[in-house]
């Protein structure tokens, strides 16, 4: 293991296919709105961390169905 060892920059920004949802989901974006950065910024790290975009969609879906029920994204 090789402490040195580039890894690959994730974006903090949130994920546009993320933006999209939110325009047919005013629910989850009130939810996602009350949280706080840090929580924010774990839902872009692990939506932009996706390397296929079919993973990208899973994620926000699953994004999108918490932040309905106002739940925090959890260990994911």
């Known amino acids: 293991w ?8 994730i974006s903090e920004e949130i994920p ?3 933006l999209e949802a939110f325009k047919t989901n ?10 706080k950065q ?7 790290l692990w939506i932009n961390s996706a390397r296929r975009e079919e993973t990208v969609r899973k994620r926000v ?3 999108i169905r918490l932040l309905e029920r ?3 994204l959890g260990l994911r």
């Open 38 to 44: 840090t929580h924010r910024r774990q839902y872009h």
């Open 2 to 9: 090789d402490r040195g060892a580039e890894r690959p920059e």
């Open 70 to 72: 106002g739940e925090k």
């Open 61 to 63: 879906l699953e994004a």
């Open 16 to 18: 546009a296919a993320l």
């Open 26 to 35: 005013p629910v989850a974006r009130e939810h996602y709105s009350g949280l």
